[in-house]
């Protein structure tokens, strides 16, 4: 029997609410461009407390779209923290920059303002700091470094939808703040992506970023009754449909119980962990509300006989969706090649790579589920210890 139970990583939860969302924008007269689209907009900026919210089409459009905002361009340097998805440091190559790598905090994964003001130039353009798990990052240091230099802070909050920096909610803490609405994130629209700022200008720009750099969309000429409109810069289409938008509205009326569902599941590891010698959870700061996108442990490998992959694959044997959150993006053999970085560059990110394990937890995990991961991860270290 126990060879049968397979338990992912992360998992989207669609009811029927959802469902007939959906279903009721394909059976009006707009399927993208459309009025669910802003709706969806005022939804989630009014959730995190921000002015403006635009939405596009994936994560890494938004990313995209915030670094054109602020004017990133050739020749720039952004800061991004090593350990991130990728799309975090591609987002400043699209734009002709170049991604300089800070290292993270060894107990958190977050980026280290002391690395980020070691890293900062003449050139340096912005800060991105990743909510790496769901955790806000430091703020206020980060804004100490920031302001010295007249840059703005980019939050990739693909992460931490749900989550506070000392009583702010995420989306409204940064200069501009990056969502995911990719399955495995908090909310889903299957892809897509928002991002929010309380910068007027910043908002119009992303607006035509994500329609060709054409100032006008479909339905705002349809209500004027007119054909005629302009491109004033090379944009993309980085569109969202609006039955998209209809899922994610119905899918963040459900967000703050799934996020508080979450932390009683990172709870519940931390207390089987808690007296644990070799697998030791990510430390949280004071004053943070953690949104738990992931649940991260690092493992003692000097105190195993094996490594860290090994682990992994008999955690998969058993049917546990264990995976891991990331490998140091300076390490991919494009980012090797193209910008000549190599090993020794973040050295704490590195030395955190080999022991990080992301352990299943998504809301529809049962307290059950949580024990039979914990006992199994348990059993599994004890025999190499
Ligand atoms: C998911 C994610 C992205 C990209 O989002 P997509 O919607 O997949 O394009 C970017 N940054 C981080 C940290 C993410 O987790």
Not at 96 to 121: E, K, Q, W
Not at 316 to 325: A, D, E, F, K, L
């Amino acid at each position: 029997m126990s060879t049968l139970r397979h338990i992912p990583y992360g998992r989207q939860s669609i009811d029927d609410d959802d469902i007939a969302a959906v279903i009721e924008v394909l059976r009006s007269d707009w399927l993208t461009t459309g009025p669910t689209i802003e709706q969806f907009e005022n939804d989630l900026a009014s959730f995190v407390g921000s002015e403006h919210a635009v939405a596009v089409s994936s994560g890494t459009a938004a990313l995209h779209a915030a670094m054109y905002a602020i004017g990133i361009g050739p020749g720039d340097e952004v800061i991004v923290p090593a350990i991130t998805f990728a799309a975090t440091a591609n987002a400043a190559i699209y734009l002709g920059a170049t991604p300089i790598f800070a290292d993270v905090n060894p107990d958190t994964l977050l980026i280290d303002p002391g690395s980020v003001a070691d890293r900062i130039t003449t050139r340096t353009r912005a800060i991105v700091a990743v909510d790496y798990a769901g955790q806000p990052c430091d703020y206020d240091a980060l804004r100490v470094i920031a302001d010295r230099y007249h840059i703005p802070i980019i939050a990739d909050a693909c992460h931490a939808l749900g989550g506070y920096y000392r009583q702010r909610a995420v989306g409204a803490v940064a200069d501009l703040s990056t969502f995911s609405f990719h399955p495995v994130k908090h909310i889903t629209t299957g892809e897509g992506g928002a991002i929010t700022t309380k910068n007027y200008i910043w908002a119009q720009k992303m607006r035509y970023f994500r329609n060709h750099g054409i100032t006008t969309d479909h339905r705002q000429r349809a209500e004027k009754g007119s054909w005629f409109y302009e491109m004033v810069d090379l944009g993309y289409n980085y569109r969202i449909t609006d039955f998209q938008a209809a899922l994610g509205r119905s899918q963040l009326k459900k967000l703050s119980r799934w996020v508080e569902r979450r932390r009683e599941i990172a709870r519940r590891y931390n207390q089987i962990f808690a007296d644990n010698p070799v697998i030791r959870p990510l430390a949280v700061m004071a004053d943070v509300v953690h949104a738990y996108h992931l649940y991260v442990v690092q493992l003692a490998i000097d105190a195993l006989r094996v490594d860290r992959n090994r682990i992994f694959s008999e955690l998969r044997q058993c049917g546990i969706g264990v995976n891991v959150h990331y490998i140091p993006v300076y390490l991919h053999p494009y980012y090797r090649d193209r910008f000549g970085y190599g090993p020794g560059l973040c050295p704490n990110a590195e030395t955190a790579f080999a022991r990080i394990l992301s352990l299943p937890i998504f809301p529809a995990m049962t307290d059950n589920d949580v024990d039979w991961v914990s006992e199994t991860i348990i059993n599994i270290t004890r025999n190499y210890s």
